[in-house]
């Protein structure tokens, strides 16, 4: 497919000629098509076309794509912006840990900053985990259950760098996010238990109080 046809295919109709078309973009890649692949990247309603689309970006030039990545993360989009940062996951470059700024991660948008999470926990070099961890602590109790199991595997994957924030807020007076604290250390130890059951299980800890864990289990 020529340039213009790929971005032609890119707004049409059915979202398997929309897949083609991505597919073909980050076959064959052509720096013409950057503004056209963000642009839709912002746009696309259909998951796989958007994960095709920012799998074009990573095949172009990471210098050319990276500015036009900034501008999506600063968009009035929800979907702009949680497609920029899904895309810089995919770059997988450390140096661009710093664009996964505190606002994202506390995006008013729970579907940006589920996306910031598992991004910035991709990118953040080993000296950035304990702070990471702290603005990931921040969001605890925060949100639905997909939004609690995000953040829980977020900090999960933080490993000991979590430590410090999870004891705090374990501690806490706020029973749902000791409870979201607790929970997260349980999928922690044991990454095999389901998020309902390590839930079910902080919620026994917090009501019985400290020195009850192994009781509640």
């Known amino acids: 497919m020529t340039p213009p046809e790929i971005t032609a295919s890119l707004s049409a109709a ?17 720096p013409a098509l950057l503004d056209t692949l963000v642009r839709r990247c912002g746009e696309e309603p259909d998951f796989f076309v958007r994960d095709m689309l920012s799998w074009a970006l990573t095949r172009l030039p990471a210098a050319d794509v990276l500015p036009r990545l900034d501008a999506e993360l600063g968009s009035s989009s929800s979907q702009a912006r949680a497609q920029a940062l899904h895309t810089l996951s995919k770059i997988a470059d450390p140096a661009t840990a710093d664009r996964v700024t505190p606002a994202l991660l506390h995006d008013p948008d729970d579907e940006v900053a589920r996306t910031a999470w598992r991004t910035a926990v991709v990118l953040v070099p080993e000296a950035g985990r304990a702070g990471l961890a702290e603005e990931l602590g921040r969001q605890l109790g925060r949100g639905d259950r997909a939004v609690r199991l995000s953040l829980s595997r977020a ?17 806490g007076p706020d029973p749902d996010v000791a409870t979201h604290a607790r929970a997260t250390m349980v999928l922690r130890e044991d990454p095999t238990t389901g998020f309902d059951d390590a839930v079910a299980q902080a919620r026994r800890v917090v009501a019985l109080g400290p020195g009850h864990e192994a009781a509640a289990c």
Not at 157 to 168: C, P, S
């Open 14 to 30: 059915d979202p398997s000629v929309r897949l083609r078309a991505a597919l073909a973009a980050g076959s064959a890649p052509d």
């Open 155 to 171: 900090l999960a994957d933080l490993g000991a760098a979590a430590d410090t924030v999870l004891d705090r807020a374990a501690a």
